[in-house]
């Protein structure tokens, strides 16, 4: 069963807690490298103030040689969603140097040749007003849909989900807390997904 998760629209102005961008291009004005985006796999941890972001996302290579490229992963900032608390980013379980950039990190990556490569992303970011925006649109910068894309919105008993632009499936972790889950194939979103909460007892 297919819950839609939505009471009211959402503010003009919110879709900006988070630009961790699928696209993930060495430049979105530059989209045009040797590698593909192929994949992602996201989690989002919805907290009071906060979301915590974990991203496995995968590349492939089809050319006969090795490529390296420089990434650029955007966050967005703004007076209600402040810098976020820290950025990780690993590659087959080692985390790997980032370099601070206006609006998000960047990160250099090596696919091997006829291969692919996964890379994960992991950071928290504040948010002072309960609502958060994963981008998706920026997928376009790749000129290409994307194999497969899912994602898990987990959100504690204590919260409640007021609206989410996407439906989902919601089921029980058994952890007191439920998780909302949807995926597509062939994916080349149109809009981002944006959420916004309240705290169970404070509306």
């Excluded at 004005?29 to 996302?57: C, M, N, W």
């Excluded at 894309?149 to 058994?174: C, N, Q, T």
Aim: aromatic share 10%; hydrophobic share 40%; charged share 25%.
């Amino acid at each position: 069963m297919r819950t839609r998760v939505a009471t009211y629209r959402p503010m003009a102005l919110w879709g900006v807690l988070m630009c961790a961008a699928l696209a993930l291009p060495a430049g979105a004005e530059s989209p045009a490298t040797g590698i593909r985006f192929q994949k992602e796999h996201v989690k989002l941890f919805v907290r009071p103030k906060s979301i915590r972001v974990q991203g496995l996302y995968t590349f492939a290579n089809p050319e006969s040689s090795p490529r390296r490229e420089f990434l650029f992963y955007p966050i967005s900032v703004d007076s209600l969603h402040p810098p976020q608390d820290y950025v990780l980013v690993r590659v087959e379980g080692g985390a790997i140097a980032t370099k601070p950039m206006e609006g998000g990190v960047g990160f250099a990556v090596e696919v091997p040749e006829n291969g692919s490569l996964t890379v994960e992303v992991i950071y928290e970011q504040t948010s002072l007003d309960g609502s958060g925006c994963y981008i998706l649109t920026s997928t376009a910068a790749w000129e290409a849909p994307l194999e497969h894309a899912s994602f898990e919105i987990h959100v504690p008993d204590s919260i409640e989900l007021d609206w989410m632009a996407y439906d989902a499936r919601a089921k029980s972790s058994g952890r007191k807390d439920r998780i909302y889950e949807f995926s597509r194939s062939n994916f080349m979103p149109e809009k981002d997904l944006c959420m916004r909460w309240s705290v169970r007892g404070r509306r």
